[in-house]
């Protein structure tokens, strides 16, 4: 029996991922890179263990699909407001500048002007993956110029949009459509942008609504995956470039409840689908050019690095930066990005660039990813060690990463809200129930509809980056799960936990939660009020309560020590039972005593 070709495909693009990425990630060369040299050792430039890429590549484009809707769902119009001098303005000026210059060498080396502009908007873009790994792993998000350098990485997330729906009308009059005139197609292009945005508004929360209520996590997947590649494809017909209607059916949905739990549903897909675009670019570049043009290489490389080197210096000092932090820009962000990549494809899959130079500029782009990382440690290098500044936080790290994280929303969560609101301290809600977040938002709670004893849920929400994780779900396994992940993953985070009873206590105990049980202190508060109606005085029924409360968090943590041994806990329970009777009789009779000494 002959095996398929679709399954040895498959298995060498599998063995070929899980070997290089992992080597890639662990030299700290990131992830992309680790695809693309994966891809060229497959692909017909090596070992040739690849023999149709071009329908790979196709497949794979789905991956840059769901990527575009994801910088869609992430760009929340108040976060882009709150920063937007450094996005709009340094961020506009690095893109445009970086643009005209590497255009303009370009016509002065003969190419056409579509050509020239296709390539310096490509070119301009930086990698976003890499950048704000490298900023990350030195811990200088927070500095001056990582937050110079994310502020520069987003507005190119932004150009990117326009740039990919700008490359098939550049190509409209070399014969991509020649059946309409250029204003019916632009007119046919507007008109399905406003189908999309209105359409989106309309049926977007209504269907996701239907699927969060059937509570199966399958049909939430199956509904994202729906929406993403039927606005796709609708904007496909329309004329425009997939990408585009992706990334407005992610920003359309930048600010519902949903947001958080549509990413972490889509993120597996978008992480495999994305890696096998890359892998498929590394299959397709002609690795050979290296060896045989390595001056034409070498000189894109280090022209590359140069311009929007010096771009980024001075938009650094533009910026009010020091030498120093606008040197460390360039060096971050010098490199070309993975959107080049898409870029480029797109041109020649609309006839503006030719498969040679495509793979010329693929294999440059490639190695100035590969010599960031070397740039940066030989910068750090020339440098001497210096006392690491206090972070200076902008506004955006109030809105955007709150200080408390609160999962479940019900009773127990609402009122902690409610007090955290009156302090003005940040939260953030998670939900599982949507008709729960549906009736919280109208009281303007910051809620998310989602689960939150799932990990890549916790790291869209920026779980790692709060002071405080608060897990109130009244269900105790879910309760469970969830503290449990999140130890695991931020073993540094500070975790509150409501417990059911005393055996959902220990249990959460084990894992390190600080542990409140529901119904304890209300039922006290009770107690309390019992005990004065029936003719104690207010304050030694209060000092009664607190004499139990006392006894019995002791008693809670003496039974933690061996809640596993029922025999023992019964007879602990009968012991603690007598000690507290002994405790009040002794109270009771301290109490008579000084209400004799007061009548004498």
Request: charged share 20%; proline share 3%.
């Amino acid at each position: 029996m002959e095996s398929s070709p679709f399954i040895q495909y498959a298995v060498v693009l599998l063995l070929a991922a899980v070997i290089a990425v992992p080597l890639a990630k662990r030299t700290r060369l990131g992830a992309v890179l680790g695809y693309l040299a994966a891809g060229a050792l497959i692909g017909p430039s090596l070992l040739n263990l690849i023999g149709n890429a071009e329908e790979i590549a196709h497949i794979s484009e789905l991956g840059i699909i769901l990527m575009l809707f994801v910088i869609g769902l992430e760009l929340s119009p108040q976060r882009l407001w709150v920063m937007r001098r450094q996005v709009f303005g340094f961020g506009s000026v690095q893109v445009v500048l970086s643009a005209l210059v590497i255009g303009s060498i370009c016509l002065a080396f003969g190419l056409h002007w579509k050509v020239a502009l296709v390539i310096g908007l490509g070119l301009a873009l930086s990698s976003t993956a890499i950048g704000l790994q490298i900023l990350a792993e030195r811990k200088e998000l927070q500095s001056p110029h990582g937050r110079l350098g994310f502020a520069i990485l987003l507005f190119q997330d932004v150009a990117a949009i326009p740039i990919l729906a700008l490359v098939p009308l550049l190509a409209v009059s070399q014969g991509a459509d020649n059946s309409l005139p250029t204003w019916a197609i632009v007119l046919r292009v507007v008109a399905t942008i406003a189908i999309v945005i209105v359409g989106g508004r309309l049926l977007l929360r209504p269907l996701f609504r239907i699927a969060a209520r059937t509570q199966l996590p399958e049909v939430f997947t199956a509904c994202t995956l729906l929406v993403v590649l039927g606005t796709a494809w609708f904007a496909q017909l329309g004329g425009i470039s997939m990408s585009l209607g992706a990334f407005l059916a992610g920003v359309l949905l930048a600010d519902s409840e949903y947001r958080h739990e549509i990413e972490a549903r889509i993120d597996p897909f978008k992480g495999l689908l994305l890696g096998l675009f890359f892998m498929s670019v590394g299959m397709t570049a002609d690795i050979h050019l290296a060896i045989r043009e390595p001056l034409l290489i070498v000189t894109i490389l280090a022209g590359l690095i140069a311009i929007k080197g010096l771009i980024l210096f001075g938009v650094g000092r533009l910026a009010g930066e020091a030498n120093d932090s606008s040197l460390k820009l360039a060096a971050v962000l010098a490199q070309g990005g993975e959107f080049a990549f898409v870029v480029f494809t797109l041109a020649v899959q609309n006839q503006l660039l030719d498969t040679h130079l495509r793979n010329v500029l693929i294999v440059a782009i490639t190695l100035s990813m590969a010599v960031t990382p070397l740039l940066v440690i030989g910068f750090a290098r020339l440098k001497p060690k210096q006392t690491a500044a206090k972070p200076v936080y902008d506004q955006i790290d109030e809105d955007e990463l709150p200080r408390v994280i609160i999962a479940g929303f019900g009773r127990f969560g609402q009122i902690i809200a409610r007090v955290l609101r009156a302090n003005q301290i940040s939260f953030t809600a998670i939900e599982s129930s949507i008709e729960q977040v549906e009736f919280s938002r109208r009281f303007g709670n910051k809620i998310y509809y989602g689960d939150p004893s799932r990990s890549d849920l916790l790291r869209s929400a920026n779980v790692g980056k709060a002071e405080v994780f608060i897990v109130t779900t009244d269900d105790p396994e879910t309760n469970i799960r969830t503290v449990r992940l999140v130890r695991q993953l931020y073993p540094e985070l500070k975790v509150f936990a409501r417990a059911r009873n005393r055996q959902h206590a220990f249990r959460l105990m084990d894992l390190g939660a600080k542990v409140v049980r529901e119904t304890f202190h209300s039922s006290l508060a009770m107690t309390q009020h019992v005990l004065e109606q029936l003719g104690l005085d207010a304050a030694l029924a209060a000092r009664r309560v607190d004499t139990f409360r006392e006894f019995d968090e002791k008693l809670l943590l003496e039974q933690h020590l061996f809640y596993d041994d029922e025999a023992a806990i019964i007879q602990n329970a009968r012991d603690a039972q007598q000690d507290l009777n002994r405790l009040f009789e002794a109270d009771m009779a301290r109490d008579r005593r000084s209400g004799k000494e007061a009548e004498s």
